[in-house]
């Protein structure tokens, strides 16, 4: 069965600093992953995706990602932290087995930046 | 363009009632998903429907079901409502319906916030 698991409930950095959010996945087949964010009182909002096409996948605000295979790993990085990049993240797979366009989501990790 | 929308987007209910949460999807969209996100978690899929039937369900009691009208619009009926039935429910719509290694991109409208008391 797909999972994800984000490490790290909470990480704070301060603006300017780089955002790094960790997530590890675990798939049978080669997965589709995908980063959603998601603002309070808000849906969420897809950042970015990996379909199996480039492992560095880029997304909106400046947010991107790199696909490593050997580490199962998905980590969505920024280079240079804003106070409106503050929300919610959620790494999350698709479920390649079902019938349906059947998402996974991580836990999540909140997003706090310092001023 | 009008995203998804949800209604109402809070409501309150007691133990034992029933609940009916609405969703329309972008339009021109035919297939809408359900997620039950719970207070600290991650989104847990419910259902999802396409042309009127159901093509997905999750790990969800049968206290839980869903109907999808020739509109494309869908509601989601909760029977029996316990203290853990309090989540945000988001709806999510997609062009197509797809399974396996095809892909088509979700959107999530804002949710409705369930409180039961």
């Known amino acids: 069965a797909q999972s994800v698991t984000q490490l790290g409930s909470h990480v704070s950095v301060s603006e300017g600093a780089l955002v790094l959010l960790r997530c590890n996945y675990s798939?049978?087949?080669?997965?589709?992953l995908f980063w959603y964010v998601q603002y309070p009182n808000q849906g969420l909002q897809l950042l970015l995706k990996?379909?199996?096409?480039?492992?560095l996948v880029k997304g909106i605000n400046g947010f991107e990602a790199e696909f490593k295979k050997s580490e199962t790993s998905f980590h969505l990085t920024k280079p240079s932290a804003h106070m409106s990049d503050a929300a919610e993240y959620f790494c999350?797979?698709?479920?390649?087995?079902?019938?349906?366009?059947?998402?996974?989501f991580g836990s999540g990790t909140r997003l706090s930046i310092r001023p | 363009d009008a995203g998804v929308t949800q209604s109402p987007t809070h409501l309150i209910k007691t133990r034992g009632q029933q609940v009916t949460l609405r969703c329309s999807p972008i339009?021109?969209?035919?297939?809408v998903s359900w997620y039950q996100q719970v207070l600290g978690q991650g989104p847990q899929f419910i259902f999802q429907?396409?042309?009127?039937?159901?093509?997905g369900r999750g790990n969800f009691p049968d206290r839980f079901s869903a109907r999808q009208f020739p509109n494309y619009s869908s509601e989601l009926n909760v029977n029996a409502l316990l203290l853990g039935d309090s989540a945000l429910y988001l709806c999510?719509?997609?062009?197509?319906?797809?399974?396996?290694?095809?892909?088509?991109?979700?959107?999530f409208g804002p949710g409705t916030r369930l409180t039961v008391l």
């Open positions: 999510a719509s997609s062009s197509d319906w797809t399974s396996g290694r095809a892909y088509n991109e979700q959107f």
């Open positions: 798939s049978s087949v080669p997965p589709y």
């Open positions: 990996y379909t199996s096409a480039a492992t």
């Open positions: 999350a797979v698709r479920d390649p087995y079902s019938s349906a366009s059947k998402i996974i």
């Open positions: 339009s021109g969209h035919k297939s």
């Open positions: 429907y396409y042309e009127k039937e159901e093509r």
